[in-house]
């Protein structure tokens, strides 16, 4: 069993940048993959960024490449997300996850998912 608590979210204008964090409970974070999604009203949840258990692989979708980082310590059992250049349309809930299966892209591939963070991007 893993608990997972996001933190960091807000209200920030475009251009600027926040970094969410996501502290998992128990001793076996190292065992997991982790991965960051979102939902904004009325959409389906999505997928944002996954890293592999050890942090050497990670895997982003095309709408956050090049401005969204996904790092992991996992000395403190935590997976953070840097999010640069944020657009209105990062307007979201943001959630992290954690699997047991290689690393995923679809929400039904993780195991284990925190209550989420609103960030909201004004223009």
């Known amino acids: 069993q893993v608990q997972l608590v996001e933190s960091g979210g807000g209200l920030v204008q475009a251009g600027g940048s926040l970094r969410l964090s996501c502290a998992a409970s128990?001793?076996?974070?190292?065992?997991?993959?982790m991965g960051w999604f979102r939902q904004a009203p009325g959409k389906e949840r999505e997928f944002v960024a996954t890293m592999s258990r050890s942090g050497a692989s990670t895997y982003y979708a095309d709408s956050v490449k090049g401005r969204f980082t996904i790092s992991r310590d996992n000395a403190k059992s935590t997976v953070y997300l840097q999010m640069n250049s944020l657009k209105p349309e990062d307007t979201a809930v943001y959630y992290c996850?954690?699997?047991?299966?290689?690393?995923?892209?679809?929400?039904?591939?993780?195991?284990?998912w925190g209550q989420g963070t609103q960030v909201t991007v004004s223009s």
């Open positions: 996850a954690a699997a047991r299966l290689p690393l995923g892209v679809r929400a039904e591939e993780y195991d284990y």
């Open positions: 128990g001793r076996t974070f190292g065992s997991y993959n």
